[in-house]
């Protein structure tokens, strides 16, 4: 749960009709697809004769100088052929048009309760689980003792105990997600998805909804997310897996 698909599927014809619950007014004609750790994708292929290989392209999810990632970037080795895919028989009439969905909730316009910054960070750690100060945040683990690269949100490892963030049911907020580390971060926040405003402070101009959401190294992702139908306690976190397992 570390890797990051950048998914093509060359001399076929992908239609991209939403990301994790997120589904879109009208398809979206793609010549590849990634996904962070725990993203899904719905695809719509329309078959040209022929053979294809869906491969798993190399991405870049950034660099760590620390003991975790030993100091290497993280760029998967080479390219992977995850299926062949084969099309022969009679040509047969083309598909209608896909279908119009209805168009999808815009928190865009809505009016915010508050607003919250989470700041995910990497550093050299020290015991597991220990909290490394700041005022509010959850955690994604920190290093083993003897010097891990510690992942942390808002300064503070992970801890079962600890209720970070209170947010009032029924209610809209803005969150701003800031990546001060030089890897990727993949955020999932359990039972809400999450509206994408703003990538690197520059506005989302369609309605983009996501379960997890890609933080990119050294930037910021604006989400607006609407707190309705569950009242409970959950979790936020990152989905590189050695971060979410500490």
């Known amino acids: 749960m570390s890797r990051y698909l950048r998914l093509r599927l060359d001399g076929q014809q992908m239609s991209l009709l939403g990301i994790d619950s997120g589904r879109f007014e009208a398809a979206h004609e793609v010549n590849e697809v990634v996904l962070a750790p725990g ?25 760590s100088g620390g003991i975790m990632m030993g100091g290497v970037g993280s760029t998967s080795a080479a390219d992977i052929a995850l299926a062949t895919f084969i099309v022969a028989g009679d040509v047969v009439a083309t598909v209608a048009a896909i279908p119009g969905q209805p168009v999808p909730r815009d928190l865009r316009t809505a009016t915010g309760t508050a607003r919250r910054e989470l700041i995910f960070a990497m550093g050299m750690g020290g015991n597991m689980g220990g909290g490394m100060g700041g005022d509010t945040g959850s955690g994604m683990g920190g290093g083993m003792d003897g010097g891990m690269m510690s992942a942390t949100i808002n300064g503070r490892a992970f801890d079962a105990t600890r209720v970070d963030t209170t947010v009032q049911f029924d209610s809209v907020e803005d969150w701003l997600l800031t990546n001060t580390s030089p890897l990727d971060h993949p955020v999932h926040l359990h039972v809400w998805p999450m509206q994408i405003i703003e990538q690197s402070g520059q506005p989302v101009k369609t309605i983009m909804w996501q379960d997890v959401v890609n933080i990119p190294a050294l930037s910021t992702v604006r989400v607006r997310i609407a707190f309705d ?18």
């Open 39 to 63: 993203n899904r994708a719905d695809l719509l292929v329309t078959g040209t004769i022929g053979t294809s290989v869906l491969r798993a392209h190399t991405y870049d999810r950034g660099r």
């Open 229 to 246: 139908d569950f009242s409970g306690r959950t979790v936020y976190h990152c989905h590189i897996l050695d971060h979410e397992d500490s």
